[in-house]
């Protein structure tokens, strides 16, 4: 138990100590007004860090939740252009999202298909579609309406709707992990999907519910996107996915299944966050991002193998100390 | 809740999907060949020599990294850093050229990059005990990253003609060197994978690490080996990729490392280790430039191949067990 504080402690630690050393150079960046842009750059990442944090934790792994994001956005800005209401365009996206999760999951939980091609798979068909629907062509910030692109970026008590959202959904995430059914059952199935087998977890049940998870928060984030960024195309977050991936690494979300929290996924995408925000600010050619965004992910996996070297790790020690 | 029928996650070994490895490449040879013939209907320049000898380009690259990457998959590990191992190889290339080295030396630089990428790789991986999918997310972005910092926006372009040989020339009659290439390789990793004792050593660190370990294999250093293996012809083919475009960016061969576990995953190999076949490899990357080269006679653009390509995939391994369930029902 104190391992996993001293995990969360350590990373919040090092994300304070990267905006301290940011500051001795532009004491601007950790200005309020400016960490709250920062947050809200990075919520996309959040939102999705989470979902695939779950699928993650059933042992499994979603690489198709940026051509989800993708497809699902276009759609929305397709909508959009037919007059469709924001409120419906929303359900749509989420409805859309969870669909296509459903898709991966339906091969995972019937097929028994390794996650890992199924989602290779649906990326590329994902993405393909988009280019299906439009040819290619891209939409316009003049093309959409201004409520659609105004609703993310709507300012309550000082912060965008897209960083509250974000907010939103980590809480959500807190109560879905730490006090449903469901939430347990990922822990379990990914820990020992013997045991939950007979305990009565269906291993492909919850797997299922995570892909739908993890595909609903992609459709939504999808409108986020377009609508933030004022624009929608074929290739739109290509190559999020891995960003979104190396975020749960980053926060010590175990690749094997069973180990991980929600505080882990959100600091995660927070650091790979300030470190992307940051590099401009600081004066450091967009070229050197890569380098050191797949720096800072090798630091932090070989730094958690350390930490976790010792004895074996397992989420529900908690409940076990309590009992 | 009612009773759930168990489901043995580790235990893939009586899956549908093994049992039906047996006649896997079977399988995909009637896929390739209803590809081929499909292709020669419905282009009259299918057939030409010269087309086809042309058609190896849509695989031979990606083979050359899929063979090494079978062996990888096959001990139950993965590297999704090949397609910026190329971008790194390439960019090395192009910085010894820019300051006059000569062809021999260009080669062994891309393929020397490739093998000290793998090398990387295969430290982290077997030193710190990681997951090597993780691992190599990270090197993926670090990688490629040093070629952007080298690059940035720019390119290297203007080879020396010497070079060109390996992804413009030609053999004997119409064979391009890559074709050639690719013949050589399966048979060198053929006999590498089946006919010897590291083959036999990768297949039982796959199906059991551990009962591999005490039954006397060094796990770590065979694992090493395949990490060096796969950066070393992921350098190979970024020789011949260099050659044939002539030029170097920092994005070049972007999202290969999917195409190359496709070609592999589509060849028969278990995702989760442990089984597999060179041949099952070969014949998928048929399939694969097949279905390429045959839609792009059709005009069909780049990303409806991929879709198409997407699908396949998973039929390909769906379709085995919906009939394994169908039988049993």
């Known amino acids: 138990m104190t391992l996993f504080k001293s995990r969360e402690a350590i990373l919040a630690a090092a994300i304070l100590g990267l905006l301290a050393l940011i500051a001795t150079r532009f ?56 007059g469709v209401p924001l409120p419906l365009i929303l359900l749509t996206v989420v409805a859309l999202g969870a669909v296509m999760g459903a898709v991966n999951g339906f091969f995972v939980w019937k097929l028994d298909i390794p996650s890992i091609v199924v989602t290779l798979g649906t990326m590329t068909i994902y993405r393909g579609l988009i280019f299906l629907l439009t040819d290619g062509k891209w939409i316009n910030a003049h093309q959409m309406t201004d409520g659609f692109k105004a609703f993310p970026r709507m300012v309550i008590l000082g912060l ?79 190559g999020f996915e891995l960003d979104v991936v190396a975020a749960c690494v980053i926060g010590g979300i175990a690749i ?18 300030i470190v992307k925000n940051a590099l401009p600010v600081v004066g450091i050619s967009p070229f050197w991002q ?26 529900l020690k908690t409940a076990e100390h309590r009992a | 809740m009612t009773s759930p029928t168990p489901r043995h996650i580790p235990d893939r070994l009586t899956s549908p999907l093994s049992r039906a490895l ?67 190889a390439s960019t090395i290339m192009g910085l010894a050229m820019s300051m006059g080295a000569p062809v021999p030396v260009l080669v062994l630089l891309g393929i020397g990059t490739g093998l000290a990428a793998g090398a990387f790789n295969g430290l982290l991986v077997t030193r710190f005990n990681l997951p090597s999918i993780v691992v190599t997310i990270g090197t993926m972005s670090l990688f490629r990253g040093i ?8 390119a290297y372009t203007g080879y020396p003609a010497g070079l060109a040989w390996f992804g413009q020339g030609y053999v004997w009659w119409v064979f391009s060197v890559e074709l050639v290439l690719f013949a050589l390789m399966a048979a060198v990793f053929y006999i590498l994978l089946h006919r010897t004792n590291f083959g036999r050593a990768v297949f039982a ?59 592999v995953v589509l060849g028969g190999v278990s995702i989760l280790g442990g089984s597999g076949s060179i041949p099952g490899v070969v014949i998928a ?45």
């Open chain 1, 160 to 238: 965008p709707v897209m960083a509250w959202i974000a907010v939103a959904v980590v809480a959500g995430f807190a109560v879905l992990v730490k006090r449903t059914a469901l939430g347990r059952a990922f822990f379990a199935v990914g820990g020992n999907p013997h045991a939950a087998v007979y305990t009565g977890i269906s291993v492909g049940r919850t797997q299922f519910a995570a892909f739908v998870i993890s595909g609903a928060l992609a459709g939504f984030t999808g409108y986020l996107w377009v609508a933030r960024y004022a624009v929608a195309y074929v290739d739109i977050a290509g």
């Open chain 1, 290 to 315: 890569m380098a050191i965004s797949g720096s800072a992910i090798l630091i932090a996996i070989a730094f958690n193998a350390k930490s976790s070297a010792a004895k074996g790790r397992l989420i």
């Open chain 2, 147 to 154: 070629s952007y910092i080298i690059l940035g926006d720019g």
């Open chain 1, 27 to 82: 004491p601007g960046f950790i200005a309020p007004g400016n960490l709250a842009r920062v947050f809200t750059d990075t919520s996309p990442l959040i939102i999705l860090a989470l979902g695939q944090m779950v699928v993650i934790l059933t042992k499994c792994i979603d690489l198709s939740v940026a051509a989800n994001l993708a497809l699902t956005g276009m759609l929305a800005a397709m909508m959009n252009g037919m």
């Open chain 2, 205 to 263: 660190i796959g199906n059991n690490a551990t009962a591999a370990r005490f039954s006397g294999i060094r796990v770590d250093r065979v694992r090493f080996t395949l990490f060096l293996l796969t950066g070393g012809m992921s350098g190979l083919a970024a020789v011949c990729l260099t050659s044939r475009l002539g030029s170097t960016r920092p994005s070049i061969a972007t999202g290969w490392e999917l195409e190359v576990v496709t070609m």
């Open chain 2, 285 to 329: 990357a048929l399939v694969m430039g097949l279905v390429t080269f045959g839609l792009g006679l059709l005009n069909v653009p780049g990303i409806v191949m991929s879709i198409i390509l997407g699908v396949l995939l998973i039929a390909v391994i769906a379709l085995p067990r919906l009939w394994a369930r169908a039988r049993r029902a």
């Open chain 1, 256 to 273: 094997a299944g069973g180990a991980g929290s929600v505080g882990g996924a959100v600091l995660g995408a927070l650091f790979l966050g």
């Open chain 2, 22 to 88: 047996k006649s896997w490449e079977a399988l995909l040879c009637v896929t390739a060949l209803a590809i081929f013939i499909a292709n020669a209907l419905a282009s009259p320049y299918f057939l030409d020599p010269w087309n086809l000898s042309d058609a190896s380009f849509n695989f031979t690259e990606k083979a050359l990294i899929a063979f090494a990457m079978a062996m990888l998959i096959i001990a139950g590990e993965i590297d999704l850093s090949v397609a910026s191992i190329i971008a790194l």
